[in-house]
């Protein structure tokens, strides 16, 4: 069965097709990166204003490269929410228009939900021959879904069976990476700068703090932010002719001009080191309570090699000896941050459990991942 799968819920234009739930046989991707990064973070209007112009291209691509006509699309599936409305909107009335049009089901999917089902993909293998068939995750698993709004830990049971067990109380995961990039002057997004400037770094430098919020499973990022800038303060250089910090979207957003001496990089690993330790650890914790047998890495921030590392270690160290190993698994980074195969993936399974939207379907921008 192909899914068209379409993704507008940010700042990427994203069409993919899907077979069976997991076999990506095309995935195309319109960033606006460029679009956004004079502005240090996503402006919604400038969002919605480039998906209108991107997304017939960005479909048109993922059908060619898929080598199917649209007759040979069997479900179309589109990001209904959580996201930016006016984003939102633009993919799912092309989804429906679609659907309408070629007579097929509509599914409409929850882009949390798809995030976690990027795990149950596989990409071809660059030489062009069929991809090795991996077992898909076995049930229960821990997922830690990590994005640019987002960080929950979850404890999945079955296919659209989600118990929460932690959430941040402030600032999201990949929020923390933006702003903290942000405070060195590093550039937007900033979870992969981050994660480069920290490969030069010394994570150990600077003693950063962790929000443990006792034995609970939550997670606070905004006091390790504030221990960033007053680490940072010291080596910035003065700049007479700058903006005041509360003008423009994003405050935080200033030409940051640092001294040639400045320990950028032992900063940026050590400021890293502290986001990845908590969720790590706190990951595996919940590992060990619920028994789990697999662990997954879902979102944005999923694709960062410091947190893949740490939980690797934490799973090994935690977990093994009471349950033995325990498979860590990731989306390859392509397939971590946003992208519409996972949203042709997580529908193929909603609509195994009868997941079909009527053509009343409409966007939910604050939509959560319910289901337990
Ligand atoms: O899932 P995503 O593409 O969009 C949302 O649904 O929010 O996640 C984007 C977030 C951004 O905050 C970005 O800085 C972060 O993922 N991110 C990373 C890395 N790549 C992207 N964070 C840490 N390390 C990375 N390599
Ligand atoms: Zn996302």
Same mark, same amino acid.
């Given at each position: ?20 739930? *997991? ?38 691509? %993922? ?35 679609? $659907? ?11 882009? +949390? ?31 830690? =879904? ?6 929950? +830990? ?10 929460? +067990? ?14 903290? %990039?942000?405070? +060195?002057?590093?550039? /937007? ?5 981050? &994660? ?8 150990? &430098? ?6 443990? =919020? ?15 800038? *007053? ?24 030409? $940051? ?11 940026? $690993?050590? /400021? &890293? ?38 939980? @690797? ?27 519409? %195969? ?10 195994? @459990?009868?997941? &079909? ?16």
């Amino acid at each position: 069965m192909n899914i068209l799968g379409i993704e507008t819920s940010c700042d990427e234009t994203a069409a993919a097709v899907v077979a069976d739930g *997991r076999r990506v046989r095309s995935n195309v991707i319109a960033s606006q990166i460029a679009l956004h990064r004079a502005h240090g973070g996503v402006v919604p209007e400038l969002a919605a204003r480039g998906h209108v112009t991107a997304i017939i291209p960005v479909v048109e691509a %993922a059908l060619r490269e898929a080598g199917i006509e649209r007759a040979g699309v069997d479900v179309v599936a589109v990001t209904e929410g959580p996201g930016l409305a006016g984003a939102l909107l633009v993919g799912v009335n092309v989804a429906k228009a679609l $659907a309408y049009a070629l007579g097929r089901p509509l599914v409409a999917v929850n882009h +949390l939900e798809a995030h976690v089902y990027a795990n149950w993909l596989m990409l071809p293998p660059a030489d062009g021959s069929s991809p090795v068939a991996e077992p898909p995750p076995a049930f229960p698993l821990i997922c830690l =879904l990590v994005s640019g709004g987002h960080t929950e +830990l979850i404890l999945m049971t079955d296919h659209g069976r989600y118990h929460h +067990l932690g959430r941040t109380l402030d600032d999201a995961a990949g929020e923390a990476f933006d702003k903290g %990039a942000r405070l +060195l002057g590093l550039g /937007y997004p900033g979870g992969p700068v981050i &994660q480069r400037v920290a490969e030069a770094g010394n994570p150990s &430098q600077f003693d950063l703090p962790r929000a443990w =919020l006792a034995e609970s499973y939550d997670f606070s990022f905004s006091g390790l932010k504030t221990a960033l800038l *007053r680490l940072a303060e010291p080596y910035r250089l003065p700049q007479p002719s700058e903006p005041a910090p509360t003008s423009g979207p994003f405050p935080e957003h200033r030409a $940051a001009a640092f001294a040639p001496d400045a320990p950028l990089a032992d900063l940026a $690993a050590s /400021y &890293q080191a502290a986001v990845v330790e908590v969720l790590a650890v706190k990951t595996a914790r919940a590992v060990v309570e619920f028994g789990a047998k697999t662990v997954l890495l879902a979102g944005g921030v999923a694709a960062n090699a410091a947190l893949r590392a740490r939980l @690797r270690d934490e799973v090994a160290r935690r977990c093994e000896p009471e349950l033995g190993p325990v498979p860590v698994r990731y989306p390859p980074p392509a397939l971590c941050t946003d992208n519409a %195969a996972m949203v042709a993936g997580a529908a193929f399974y909603a609509l195994r @459990r009868g997941a &079909q939207a009527g053509w009343e379907t409409d966007i939910h921008p604050r939509l959560r991942l319910t289901g337990t």
